[in-house]
T-cell receptor, first 112, second 115 residues
Framework: KNQVEQSPQSLIILEGKNCTLQCNYTVSPFSNLRWYKQDTGRGPVSLTIMTFSENTKSNGRYTATLDADTKQSSLHITASQLSDSASYICVVRSGGSYIPTFGRGTSLIVHP | DTGVSQNPRHKITKRGQNVTFRCDPISEHNRLYWYRQTLGQGPEFLTYFQNEAQLEKSRLLSDRFSAERPKGSFSTLEIQRTEQGDSAMYLC?????????????FGPGTRLLVL
């Protein structure tokens, strides 16, 4: 069964600090992995997408990594801002399906 | 292009009533998805359309749920005889499939509360 597990479930950090969110998946065959940011009461917005051959991809202060061998991904947020407070969802798509598998998300709170 | 829109944004109903939600995708997007999301969880797939054809339905979609996309543009999701367990955020996403990696663009969601 395709699964996506995220950790930690929630995280509280001070403004300006860095943090790293983790994603482990068992989706097979792997097609791509995407990180979404979801603000409270809003729909998810794509941050990065990574395919099998990509190890690192950045989008501003967000840097995603992918290790396709261990089936792990991370999202690193640098110099956090209050507006980074949101849920971050890891989504993995199988090569054999149009239906992506969503993780439960990591809830990030950035305190001033 | 104003993105994916959903209406209403919030809906409160009594158990047993029927509700209908609407999703307007990004124009020219040929694929449309419906998801359900409960508090603290990721979105769960319900169904999707390729143009006007409904190609796949999740087992989560009981016979009380029906979705349509009559002209391959906007879509509606109807829940009949609502139950308290139907309370959730209902998300719609659209995408353009035909070249490159598919990116789903989500709407703001419709939050349903069944009393």
């Amino acid at each position: 069964k395709n699964q996506v597990e995220q950790s930690p479930q929630s995280l509280i950090i001070l403004e300006g600090k860095n943090c790293t969110l983790q994603c482990n998946y068992t989706v097979s065959p792997f097609s791509n992995l995407r990180w979404y940011k979801q603000d409270t009461g809003r729909g998810p917005v794509s941050l990065t997408i990574m395919t099998f051959s990509e190890n690192t991809k950045s989008n501003g202060r967000y840097t995603a990594t992918l290790d396709a061998d261990t089936k792990q991904s991370s999202l690193h947020i640098t110099a956090s801002q209050l507006s980074d407070s949101a849920s971050y969802i890891c989504v993995v798509r199988s090569g054999g399906s149009y239906i992506p598998t969503f993780g439960r998300g990591t809830s990030l709170i950035v305190h001033p | 292009d104003t993105g994916v829109s959903q209406n209403p944004r919030h809906k409160i109903t009594k158990r047993g009533q029927n509700v209908t939600f609407r999703c307007d995708p990004i124009s020219e997007h040929n694929r449309l998805y419906w998801y359900r999301q409960t508090l603290g969880q990721g979105p769960e797939f319900l169904t999707y359309f390729q143009n006007e054809a409904q190609l796949e339905k999740s087992r989560l979609l009981s016979d009380r749920f029906s979705a349509e996309r009559p002209k391959g543009s906007f879509s509606t999701l109807e829940i009949q005889r609502t139950e308290q367990g139907d309370s959730a955020m209902y998300l719609c996403a659209s995408s353009l499939v035909g070249g490159g990696l598919e990116t789903q663009y989500f709407g703001p969601g419709t939050r349903l509360l069944v009393l």
